[in-house]
């Protein structure tokens, strides 16, 4: 007689927790995977995924503004349906989540639908059962913070904006992060008047500060209105709008206040701190290099361990822990060097170091960078601008960072992210021939550095 009901039992059928759990029942490993809400996750149902098809949408404004410049005369002043765009979005999101449940039990996994929640370190209760686990996955994610302030009720999330029955015709966004970069690009490119409010002195802390600059300079050129050092103090109902009121006395008013103001893990009311799982002050749970908590037998991966909050992150911390727990094969996911974009209006993709960490880190780097009109807005007209940006340690002439905004920026730099990871010299690069015309040659042809920077007392 097994000496418990399951050999792991995975809390969140998310991104994470789904890998997770279909490749420990691949090693043979008896799964139960938990999910209170739509099995995808973050990522698929309300993330990544429907952000995506909403960042094309609101592509199309554009090019068909473009397409005039290249011979193509439109029947008519085209028109946007929202409710269009949520349907099929919402189509496409419940193929996506029905998948994720079939990989699980195609792997010969069990599903549950419903909250799961400690009873004691080996026990779960979910739906009036108690489930006994040798191995318990904590991949619960997160969910959107919002500030504690008067009005804040009439304010939504990115969960609501998946959702909103009406086209917001003037929003103000909160927060200056990717999900604030990301939706302010979305609803102005839909065509909404949009005012991103950031209490900071620029959008995107930790991001390189060309990166930073170059992409405030890019959504105000686009329409955004950007308040800088801002952050509302009050939301009122006014008739039918919201008024946001600052502290300097104007108001903004809007149909939608979206707050992007970070994200919380998922960890409480679920019996983890009465199991004697730690948790840090902020809510995550504390995990060690394999994932494992405090309680040798749980271990954590994801959104709620905050390390980096990124879908294929928390995905490669989940096979690394089944494959070590569950498949003799031990390996730890490797946190460095991993590329992140921004789907904002334009795109931002980077991987490696920002300049000013390079700086502190190695001293003395070479910097190249460069920045254009891209070719199709040479008939086009549109002031848009590309920024490449490649951070080099000078000593060991390794290329430590790339940073790219623009068109295909993610696409780009998801290539460059393998020359980075393989520790290619800036030289190695020059060594590879320009696939012409492309924007992404620009990576393999600057011949000399922008600037050659130095911390103050390196040698
Ligand atoms: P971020 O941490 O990226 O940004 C949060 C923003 O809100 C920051 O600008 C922060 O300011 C501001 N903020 C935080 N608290 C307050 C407050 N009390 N009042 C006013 N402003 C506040 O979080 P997001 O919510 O945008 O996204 C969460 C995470 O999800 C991201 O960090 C990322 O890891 C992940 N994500 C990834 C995406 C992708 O890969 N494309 C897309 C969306 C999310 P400050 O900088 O001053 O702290």
């Not at 909050?309 to 928390?314: D, E, M, Q, S, Y």
Request: charged fraction near 25%; include cysteine.
């Amino acid at each position: 007689m097994a000496k418990f009901d399951c050999d792991l039992f995975v809390i969140g059928g998310g991104s994470g927790g789904v890998r997770a759990g279909r490749i420990a029942a691949g090693h043979g490993a008896r799964v139960i995977v938990a999910e209170e809400y739509r099995y995808g996750g973050t990522c698929v149902i309300r993330g990544c995924i429907p952000k995506k098809l909403f960042t094309y949408a609101s592509h199309y404004a554009e090019d068909f503004e473009d397409a005039a410049a290249y011979g193509w005369r439109l029947p008519a002043e085209p028109v946007f349906d929202w409710a269009t765009l949520i349907t099929n979005k919402d189509r496409e999101i419940e193929r996506l989540s029905g998948l994720y449940r079939k990989a699980l039990t195609g792997a010969g996994a069990e599903i549950l639908d419903g909250r799961a929640v400690l009873a004691d370190p080996h026990s779960i209760e979910i739906g009036g059962r108690t489930i006994t686990a040798g191995t318990v996955l904590i991949a619960t994610g997160g969910h959107p913070v919002v500030p504690e302030q008067p009005g804040a009720e009439l304010g939504i999330t990115s969960n609501e904006a998946f959702h909103l029955e009406r086209f917001p015709r003037r929003v103000l966004i909160v927060g200056g992060g990717y999900i604030a970069l990301e939706f302010a690009g979305i609803f102005n490119g839909l065509g909404a008047k949009v005012t991103l409010a950031y209490r900071g002195e620029q959008i995107l802390r930790g991001f390189d500060d060309d990166v930073r600059n170059f992409l405030a300079d890019e959504i105000v050129k686009k329409g955004v209105e950007l308040r800088l050092r801002a952050m509302p103090q009050r939301l009122e109902r006014r008739a039918e709008a919201i008024a946001a009121l600052f502290p300097d006395g104007s108001a903004v008013e809007v149909d939608a206040v979206l707050y992007a103001t970070g994200r919380k893990a998922n960890t409480s009311g679920m019996g983890l701190k009465e199991a004697g799982v730690v948790l840090a002050p902020s809510g995550v749970v504390k995990v060690d290099a394999e994932s494992r908590s405090s309680v040798p037998h749980i271990y954590a991966i994801g959104d709620c361990t905050d390390r980096i909050n990124l879908t294929p992150v928390a995905i490669r911390e989940g096979h690394a822990f089944a494959d070590s727990v569950f498949g003799k094969k031990p390996w730890r996911m490797n946190h460095e060097d991993v590329p992140a974009a921004v789907f904002s209006a334009p795109v931002v993709g980077t991987v490696g170091l920002s300049e000013a960490d390079a700086l502190a880190r190695f001293g003395q780097l070479d910097i190249y960078k460069t920045s254009f009109r891209p070719l199709r807005h040479t008939l086009t007209g549109r002031e848009e601008r590309t920024l490449m940006k490649l951070v080099v340690d000078r000593a060991s002439q390794r290329v430590v960072g790339g940073h790219m905004v623009g068109p295909n920026a993610a696409e780009i730099i998801q290539m460059l992210a393998i020359a980075v990871k393989m520790g290619a010299t800036k030289a190695e690069l020059d060594e590879t021939v320009a696939l012409h015309p492309t924007a992404a040659e620009e990576f393999v042809t600057m011949r000399s550095p922008s600037s050659r920077p130095e911390r103050a007392g390196a040698a």
